[in-house]
């Protein structure tokens, strides 16, 4: 049987945090979807669109392409678009003890309402503290992001 899994977000923008929990999937499963989906409680810096072009662009940088899909979903709810294309995994980063309380209530939800079951993987602890909150800000103040995200963002966010 094919293992389908999910790596669901916001990716707004993508991170190097991000891209070591992809890598990982795609040790793990046959095929990994990575989804971009628009979260309404967070103020958006990138068009889905964009954030689509530099995941596909990061991936194809870190020469993890061969079985990543990227996509954007925004027709309701992310189990569907499980169901959709078969599967049956959804998997979160986890960096800190706030990420898994979080994270718990969504796992349990996604579970109860399409059986669909949530790894947690761990990234790199170099990669522990990044997000794309605190890349937003560091580039909208003007700062270096190149330690954060794939150069493909930082030449976007900066043009480095
Ligand atoms: O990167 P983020 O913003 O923390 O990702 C959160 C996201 C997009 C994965 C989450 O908001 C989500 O799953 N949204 C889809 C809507 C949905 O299915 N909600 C019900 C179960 S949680």
Redesign the pocket.
């Known amino acids: 049987m094919r293992r389908i899994a999910v790596v ?5 923008p993508v991170t190097l945090g991000h891209m070591d929990v992809i890598a990982r999937a795609t040790k793990l499963f046959d095929e990994v979807h990575v989804v971009v ?3 309404p ?2 103020h958006a810096l990138l068009p889905i669109a964009q954030r689509v072009t530099l995941i596909e662009e990061a991936i194809e940088e870190a020469g993890i392409s061969e079985n990543v899909v990227v996509s954007s ?1 925004s027709m ?5 678009y499980c169901t959709d294309v078969g599967a049956t995994v ?1 998997i ?1 980063g986890i960096r800190t003890q706030l990420d898994i309380t ?1 994270e718990t ?2 796992a349990m ?2 579970r109860n ?1 399409a059986g669909i079951e949530t790894v947690f993987l761990m990234p790199e602890p170099g990669h522990s503290y990044v997000s ?1 909150s605190l890349v937003r800000q560091v580039a909208s103040l003007g700062g270096d992001v190149r330690p954060y995200v794939p150069h493909v963002v930082a030449k976007y966010l900066q043009g480095a």
């Open positions: 669901p977000g916001s990716f707004d989906v628009h979260n409680d967070k979903w309701g709810l992310l189990v569907d959804l979160k979080y209530p969504m939800v996604n309402l794309s």
